[in-house]
T-cell receptor, first 115, second 114 residues
Framework: AQKVTQAQTEISVVEKEDVTLDCVYETRDTTYYLFWYKQPPSGELVFLIRRNSFDEQNEISGRYSWNFQKSTSSFNFTITASQVVDSAVYFCALSWEGGGNKLTFGTGTQLKVEL | NAGVTQTPKFQVLKTGQSMTLQCAQDMNHEYMSWYRQDPGMGLRLIHYSVGAGITDQGEVPNGYNVSRSTTEDFPLRLLSAAPSQTSVYFC?????????????FGEGSWLTVV
């Protein structure tokens, strides 16, 4: 079965701290795709990144970085020097070749960045 | 830059009433889907479609109907609303032209059933 686990329900940090959001996935497919979405207080879902299962390169985009490790089935997301505007719920999600294009979500991590 | 457009954004229904959540996309995406978001449960797939005239059930389809008469539109119908259907609903679409294409979401529809 396909599953995404985000064990951290809520994280609180002080501005400028670094924070890592964990994502662990389960799938039997060898070809799959991992995503991170941000949901700010306004409620919309904002796409952040997509990673293919055959591309384990880490990625950095400004203050955001992603660490994909197939050996541990993890796709963790780090925010460096967090800012109040980073406060949101972050979702990790999985789709797979045999899954009919469906997207399975984790339960989300609420990140609160305080001054 | 319309992307995926959902209406209405907010709606209050009485138990037993019916309504339709509208979803339209202007990206010529073959795949469209509806999710519901409930506290502590992430997003769960209700129904999806891979093209006009083709629909299928997702994880939580009971109480909802869909149809796909055009590529652009994918309405979600609640036939007889129940308080358990109080939720935030998201419509999403993606291209099927290559695997793993990013799924784009509408802004959400907040539905309360009293």
């Amino acid at each position: 079965a396909q599953k995404v686990t985000q064990a951290q329900t809520e994280i609180s940090v002080v501005e400028k701290e670094d924070v890592t959001l964990d994502c662990v996935y389960e799938t039997r497919d060898t070809t799959y795709y991992l995503f991170w979405y941000k949901q700010p207080p306004s409620g919309e879902l904002v796409f952040l990144i997509r990673r293919n299962s055959f591309d384990e390169q880490n990625e950095i985009s400004g203050r955001y970085s992603w660490n994909f490790q197939k050996s541990t089935s993890s796709f963790n997301f780090t925010i460096t020097a967090s800012q109040v505007v980073d406060s949101a719920v972050y979702f990790c999600a999985l789709s797979w070749e045999g899954g009919g294009n469906k997207l399975t979500f984790g339960t989300g991590t609420q990140l609160k960045v305080e001054l | 830059n319309a992307g995926v457009t959902q209406t209405p954004k907010f709606q209050v229904l009485k138990t037993g009433q019916s309504m339709t959540l509208q979803c339209a996309q202007d990206m010529n995406h073959e795949y469209m889907s509806w999710y519901r978001q409930d506290p502590g449960m992430g997003l769960r797939l209700i129904h999806y479609s891979v093209g006009a005239g083709i629909t299928d059930q997702g994880e939580v389809p009971n109480g909802y109907n869909v149809s796909r008469s055009t590529t652009e539109d994918f309405p979600l119908r609640l036939l007889s609303a129940a308080p358990s259907q109080t939720s935030v609903y998201f419509c999403a679409s993606r291209s099927l032209k290559s695997s793993g294409n990013t799924i784009y979401f509408g802004e959400g529809s907040w539905l309360t059933v009293v």
